[in-house]
C-alpha cells in the first residue's frame, strides 16, 4: 500500500458517500469538491491531488454558489504565504498521519466485559454519535446527524458507523468506510467523550472495526489520524506510511 493508494481513496470513498447521500459533487484534473447540506454556512471537503490555486477556488464559488466554509487535503504543503492564500485566509491545521496494517487476519478481538459496541442504525443512535463527536472533535452540534443520515435511510457496508458503550452509556464512537475498488478499508471518526479517555475504549473500537473489517473479506485496514493519536495504533501494530496535509479555510465568498 502506498501514500497515493490512501489518498485515491479517501477522495473515491468521499464521491460514492456523496452520491448515496445526495450530496453534490464535482470532479476536476486536480480537485474533488463535497457539498453536504450543512446549514446556511456550508462546510465542504476539497481534496487536491495538485497544488492549490485561483481557478480551483473559483470553481468552487462557482459550485457552492454561495459562501462556505472548506477543509482541503492535499499530497503537498502549500505556502500560505503567498498572496492568494493570504487573502483567503488558508490556515495549516495538522499533517495528518496515514498509518496502515498490512495483514489483519492474524489480529483476534476479545471484548471487554463492561464495553459493548454497536452499528448505528436508528436516529436515537445517530443523535447520541453526533453529540460523543461534537464533543470530541468540536464541530457543532447536529453536523454529523446531517452529514450522516444517509447511514440511517440507505444503509450499505461500505459506510458503517458503531458507537461504543462503556456500562450501557454511549461514550465513544467510529466510522468505517470500504470500496469495491480498493482491496483495504479505512477507520476514522474515532471520537471519545473526554472524562472516558484512557481507558481503552478507543482500542476496543479499533479492534472492533478490524473484525468486521475482516468479516467484509479485507486484509488491510489504514487509518489517518491527528498526530495525538499516533501512539494508540503504534500499539496495535498500525505501520506509517505518510502524512497529509490538511488546511482550513474560513469563509470564501
Known amino acids: ?3 497515493t493508494d490512501a489518498f485515491a481513496f479517501l477522495e473515491q470513498s468521499t464521491i460514492s458517500f456523496a452520491l448515496n447521500a445526495g450530496f453534490m459533487f464535482e470532479k476536476g484534473v486536480n480537485y474533488t469538491f463535497e457539498n453536504p447540506p450543512l446549514d446556511d454556512a456550508l462546510f465542504n471537503t476539497l481534496f487536491l491531488s495538485n497544488s492549490l490555486d485561483k481557478k480551483v477556488i473559483d ?3 462557482n459550485h ?3 459562501p462556505f466554509f472548506c477543509e482541503f487535503l492535499g499530497k503537498e504543503p502549500l505556502d500560505t ?3 492568494f492564500l493570504t487573502e483567503l485566509k488558508l490556515t495549516w491545521v495538522a499533517n495528518m498521519l496515514i498509518q496502515y496494517y498490512e495483514d489483519i487476519t492474524s489480529l483476534n478481538w476479545q471484548p ?4 459493548q459496541i454497536k452499528k448505528v ?3 436515537a443512535q445517530l443523535e447520541a454519535f453526533d453529540y460523543i463527536t461534537s464533543q470530541a472533535f468540536e464541530h457543532p452540534l447536529g453536523m454529523a446527524v446531517k452529514y450522516f ?3 440511517i435511510d440507505k444503509p450499505t457496508h461500505n459506510d458503517q458507523l458503531f458507537l461504543t458503550y462503556l456500562n450501557d452509556k454511549p461514550v465513544g464512537t467510529g466510522r468505517l468506510t470500504s470500496h469495491s475498488s480498493f482491496p483495504f478499508a479505512y477507520l476514522s471518526w474515532d471520537g471519545v467523550l473526554p472524562q472516558y479517555r484512557n481507558q481503552g475504549l478507543a482500542t476496543e473500537m479499533v479492534l472492533k472495526r478490524i473484525e468486521e473489517a475482516k468479516k467484509l473479506g479485507y486484509k488491510s485496514v489504514f487509518v489517518n489520524n491527528m498526530p495525538s493519536s499516533l501512539n494508540l495504533y503504534r500499539r496495535i501494530g498500525f505501520q506509517p506510511l505518510g502524512t497529509l496535509q490538511l488546511f482550513f479555510c474560513d469563509y470564501i465568498k
Open 1 to 3: 500500500m502506498k501514500l
Open 59 to 61: 470553481h468552487a464559488r
Open 64 to 66: 457552492f454558489k454561495k
Open 81 to 83: 504565504t503567498t498572496p
Open 112 to 115: 471487554k466485559t463492561a464495553v
Open 121 to 123: 442504525n436508528n436516529l
Open 149 to 151: 443520515q444517509a447511514c
